[in-house]
């Protein structure tokens, strides 16, 4: 079984609103992944964690904030979000960061909308 | 830096024709190649990958891809086109920084 799930499949929020994206694996990987994808573009690494701690931060401003409570679930706390952060944020796991070859597989993602 | 182009915004194919989205890679040292699909409001979907060995690889859906070192290529392929294949192919690789670097993406349209 090679799924990722992602929660909620739609999220509309205000500005001022604070919501939280959800992923879930259960594949035994220990690395898990946020990129955030534009309409008809490639996705942008946002985070990595390894091993439930953050390896990769990629300048992503503070008003997105990640947790990993263990190592089945990673988290994505907004709060004052812009219209431009409006995007399909997808999540993604494998088996282990640093091995070369290492496959990442995909959530189906959460289509954010912030008015 | 480690980069892929597809040099194809999107790719026609008729139903029942064989089917090329191409990809170009540079990179230093061993490349570490893969493609991925992505169907409309969906997240990516795993097709196959290059790590070492067979120029030939083979992945899901009845894809393949042909690695071409000389040519720095890593073309994705399939005999025999579905309409059900029309989706954004991802080529990408992986970077010096372990990270997963995406091409642009190429639309394909299978026509019936």
């Known amino acids: 079984d090679t799924e990722v799930t992602q929660t909620p499949k739609h999220l509309v929020m205000g500005m001022t609103n604070k919501k939280s994206l959800k992923c879930e694996q259960h594949?035994?990987?220990?690395?898990m992944y946020w990129y955030k994808q534009k309409a008809k573009k490639p996705p942008e690494l946002m985070f990595v964690y390894s091993y439930e701690k953050l390896s990769i931060n990629e300048s992503v401003p503070s008003r997105f904030s990640p947790e990993c409570p263990n190592s089945s679930l990673l988290n994505l706390h907004l709060h004052a979000l812009q219209p431009e952060d409006s995007a399909l944020y997808l999540c993604?796991?494998?088996?282990?960061?640093?091995?070369?070859?290492?496959?990442?597989?995909f959530g189906p993602g959460t289509r954010l909308t912030v008015l | 830096a480690q980069s892929v182009a597809q040099p194809e915004d999107q790719v026609n194919v008729a139903e029942g024709n064989p089917l090329t989205v191409k990809c170009t890679y540079s990179v230093s040292g061993n490349p570490y190649l893969f493609w991925y699909v992505q169907y409309p409001n969906r997240g990516l979907q795993f097709l196959l990958k290059?790590?070492?060995?067979?120029?030939l690889v083979k992945g899901s859906y009845g894809f393949e891809a042909e690695f071409n070192k000389s040519q720095t290529s890593f073309h994705l392929k399939k005999p025999s086109a579905l309409v059900s294949d029309s989706a954004l192919y991802f080529c990408a690789v992986r970077d010096r920084d372990d990270k997963i670097i995406f091409g642009k993406g190429t639309r394909l349209h299978i026509l019936p």
């Open positions: 594949m035994g990987h220990r690395a």
């Open positions: 290059y790590i070492t060995g067979d120029n």
């Open positions: 993604a796991s494998s088996q282990d960061y640093l091995i070369r070859t290492d496959t990442q597989y």
